[in-house]
Structures are given as C-alpha cells and as structure tokens.
C-alpha cells in the first residue's frame, strides 16, 4: 500500500501536498519528519486507564501497543489518507446535554417521517430513558485497513489491492461535546479530540492544530458506537425515499449540510461546496445499517494569475452489523467502511480507496471520575477560531 501511495503522487508531489494540507486540515511536516512525543501520549492513556480499573487489565496489551510503537515506520502518504478514513469529522454540533425528545410535528411530510423513523431508531437501540442516562463513554476496537484500487485517469493506469494494515483504536467521550481518540494501525498514529471548545487533530508525522469552526463530532461516532449522537444529528433531517441495503428494506433520512456551516469551516483558498449525510434505517427493526456522507472541497490555485480550482471529492460509506445491548443501548459490534476520494481538475485526474473494516471489543458507559482535563487539546494546538 505505501509504495502504491508514493506513486500516486511522485510526479506532482509538492503540488498535491499543498492541497492535501488544506483537505486534511493539518500542517505537512517539514523536510525532517515530526515525530510525536511517545512518553506524553502513553501518560495520557494511562491517567484514562487509571480512570476505569476494572476494565486495566484486560485493556493492558492496547497501552502496551500503543506505546511501543515506531512512529517513523510508514510513509508519510499513508499516514493523509489514514487521517481522511480514521479521523474525519462531521459538519454539524451533536448537543449531547439536550435531553433526547422528538415529537412529530406539524411540517412537512417528509421531515414528519424522518422524525417518526428516528422515534423508531431510539426505540430499536433502547429507548430514550436508557440513552439519556449515559454521561460518558470509552470503546476499544480493532481495524484493518487495506488500499482498493487506484485509478489515474489521465494515464489510464489501474493499480489493484496492496497488503491489509492492523491496527486498533480507543475513544472516550463525556457529555457535552468532549472527546478523545487515538487510531494506530501498523506503526502509524492519529489522535483527535475536543474540548468543547477546540476540535482537533494530530498524527505521528504532524503537529496538533484546531479545525475551523465550531466544535465538530467524530465521524466514528456514528459507526453504530453512539446512538444517542446519531438521534440528535438526524432529528432534523429529511426522507427521501427507500433502498435495499444489506438484504433490508430501508428508510433513506438526509441532511444537506447549509451554507452558513460551510462558510466557517473554508479557508481563504478553500471552498467547502457541499457535505451530505445520508441514513439508512432498516423497515423490519428499526436500526442504522448504513451510514454515507459526502464531501466536496474546492482549492484554488496558488499559482500567480492562475484561478483554476483542483477539486477533491471524499465519499465515505460505513455498513453497520452486530448490534448487542451493552447496559440496555444497543451497539454494533461490527462496521465495514469504504472511503473513496476522486481528485480532479487542474494536473489530471485521480482516484483512491481505502478500505476499513472494526470489531469493537469493549465498550462501557458513565465512567467514574473521567475529568474534562482529560480531553485538553497537546500545549501545540492552533485555534484558528481566535484569528477571525
């Protein structure tokens, strides 16, 4: 996978960096590769395992992986597009505190529906009185990830599936709006997180820096790992129609994101054109099963006079299985997600994939004592808030 990632963008590499700085939302490393403090985030893991000491020991050998590994083992390449699939973010705020409540009002049929569909929902992953007791949560899970195909339109040239890349991931999350998350797969590390105020990312090759805007939720969240999440994002979403998916009859619920959100979230020369996220809710039990969202980033040219746009297009379909009742909220257990990008544009035409799939192996809710200085955003993060 990683000599396939070099090859993709070997002949325009400065070029593509650039614009993958701006997509990713993280600063590129300069010639000499940043690595991250291995001793500050094997502390930080710890103070949250001391957190939850019935769960130490069996979560022992996820510390004892997280700390031993070698964070200059991969190319950087893989390390952006393990970013794209392991730690994107959702365009809309989750208010976690807001009690859960959705009743069907007067409006229109299909925002009706869709409020009906998600009273279906809460009902088929516990009920609202079982959701509006959790405060906090931590999951651990692994992931295997694996390159698709390739395709360089402008050559005409197909590559096909390198080696699949293990890894596992731990998150924790307290209401309202904190949370934490840490992805390593085959030596390579991403972290994120929130405060409720700054949302944020670091990798082992990158330094931390803030996202534009207001804080965002993690996309993993709405894997099947938190419904309560899930609820409030399409409470004020549309249906649209109906889909076989995965052998299910299901309910299609939309959410387009506006154009107030996508104005904070671009940059002076990114446009975010359009993020739709699309549910599919099974007819017979009421269940997401699979969860798809669409993105559109427009980066103009840095060239002097030059007002052409390269064009990236990040889709991201999740599939959804294995639910089980942890303390009366119902979980998947296991997700497959395909994340395809299509760069287009100025300097040719390309496509990548990237395949993941997780089996979540703990989860637990309303951790003791977990902090809010638990989710403080690395001494090195940017808020770009602040500079508006």
Known sequence: MIRSMKKLCSKSNTVHENELEMVLEVSLPEEKLIKTNTNTATKRWQHLFNLVRPQKDRAARWLTTLSSIDDGSKDKQFMYFLKIAGSSFIPFQVQLDHALSLPVRDGSIEASTAKYIVQQYTAATGGSAAMNTVNSMYVVGEVNMVQGEIKEDSQDKTRGKDGSESGAFMLWQKNPNLWFMELVVSGCRVSAGSDGTITWTQSSL???????????????????????????????????????????????????????????????????????????FSQRTGLLIQFEDTKLVKIKSTRKGCDQYVC????????LEDYKYIDGVNIAHYGKTVTSVHRYGQGGNTRWKIEETCTVKEVEFNICSLAADSFLPPPDVKNENQEL
């Not at 990236?312 to 599939?319: D, G, I, K, L, R």
């Open 206 to 280: 990158n330094p931390s820096q803030s996202s534009k805007g207001p804080p965002r939720p993690l996309r993993r969240f709405f894997q099947g790992l938190d419904p309560r999440s899930t609820v409030n994002l399409f409470s004020n979403a549309v249906c649209i129609g109906e889909k076989l998916v995965m052998n299910e009859d299901c309910f299609i619920l939309r959410l387009d994101t506006s154009q107030d959100i996508l104005k904070a979230q671009s940059k002076a020369n990114m446009e975010t054109s359009h993020h739709i996220i699309q549910g599919y």
């Open 312 to 319: 990236y297009e990040t889709s991201m379909e999740s599939s």
